[in-house]
């Protein structure tokens, strides 16, 4: 079942968050919903441009809705992933999504508001809640000055502004992670005084976290040892800080890198443990299990695993479907 992004993040606000996860295909989708109903949790569904442009906008509109009515006890939320203005645009007015990320992080503060406002007007408009982000993610190496190093991570006032002045919905904010395997260096971790400062400002306002994939070093290995050549010192966010992030405000948790991992050590390993097979279903079907395996691992890392009644009670979804 299909439900407001908004709505959905709520629920669990200082109590759990929910994972969001990115998806290019039927596989994933499989998994993705395998997972969830595995572990009775909500999940945040993302697209991204990339995958749009991949699979095909209809295409993966038609995998989700055929999965909903696959695993029609599951609760989830469609959510565009880094959005411009003109794909937010494209996926409110398609009336198929739950919420969009407008991602105008690169651009000077005011220009942010001043397009994230527009976005925000045209998807309230059509019910549909928005993401922004605020901050810079990544970059933030051991060695910057701590200047430099805290220019870049979200500033609590102007972030309480920026909600203010734009009405979004939910907000990505940059704490120290990045996209992608390689986010730390030495003994980095998250910026949790600087989220808790910003809960100051923003108290019951869903924040949400980016790159927060946690490049398990055993996946890393694995991958290597079947012909993978990922750099070894890859290192993604420790899944202890979690349940420290999640009481300072963090209800929305972005992870795509460690599913494109358990991809990528399932078919190198099953190529390399068997050269005589030429059936791709093989494979897939590891995959799929692997990965529901994934998103029930992290729905319990999360708090969210075992939420479903409470989520459904809580969106008034309790009556027949
Ligand atoms: O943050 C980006 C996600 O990892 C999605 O990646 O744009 O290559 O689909 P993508
Ligand atoms: P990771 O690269 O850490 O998986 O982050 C994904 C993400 O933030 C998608 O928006
Ligand atoms: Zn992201």
């Given at each position: 079942m299909i439900v ?64 909903e009515e696959m695993y029609p006890e599951v609760i989830f ?231 479903l009644p409470?989520v459904r009670a809580?969106l008034g979804k309790d009556g027949p479907r």
């Amino acid at each position: 079942m299909i439900v407001p992004t908004a709505d959905l993040v709520k629920v669990g606000y200082g109590r759990f968050a929910v994972g969001a996860y990115n998806i290019n295909n039927m596989e994933q989708a499989l998994g993705l919903f395998r997972g969830g109903r595995q572990a009775q949790a909500p999940l945040i569904i993302q697209i991204s441009k990339g995958a749009r442009k991949y699979a095909g906008v209809k295409m993966l509109e038609a995998i989700l809705r055929a999965a909903e009515e696959m695993y029609p006890e599951v609760i989830f939320a469609v959510h565009l992933d880094h959005g411009d203005e003109a794909t937010c645009y494209d996926c409110i007015d398609s009336g198929f999504y739950s919420s969009v990320m407008i991602d105008a992080s690169h651009e000077p503060f005011e220009k942010n508001v001043e397009i994230t406002r527009r976005v925000v007007e045209r998807a309230h408009a059509k019910g549909v809640s928005v993401e922004a982000e605020l901050g810079m993610l990544g970059g933030v190496e051991e060695d910057v000055r701590v200047d430099e190093k805290h220019a870049l991570l979200t500033d609590p006032d102007q972030a309480a502004e920026f909600v203010q002045r734009t009405g979004c919905d939910l907000l990505a904010v940059a704490i120290g992670t990045s996209h992608g395997a390689y986010k730390f260096k030495g003994r980095q971790t998250l910026h949790l005084a600087r989220l808790a400062e910003i809960q100051q400002r923003l108290p019951g306002f869903p924040l949400v976290m980016h790159g927060a994939s946690s490049v398990p070093r055993e996946e890393v290995e694995r991958i290597n040892a079947a012909g993978g050549g990922l750099d070894p010192s890859a290192r993604g966010v420790d899944e202890n800080e979690f349940a420290r992030a999640v009481p300072r405000g963090v209800t929305k948790v972005n992870i795509d890198t460690d599913a494109r991992l358990v991809w990528y050590r399932v078919h190198r390993e099953h190529l390399r443990d068997h050269p005589e097979v030429f059936d791709f279903r093989k494979p897939g079907e590891l995959y799929i299990q692997a990965y529901a395996d994934l998103i029930a691992h992290k729905s319990t890392r999360l708090g969210c695993a075992g939420r479903l009644p409470e989520v459904r009670a809580a969106l008034g979804k309790d009556g027949p479907r």
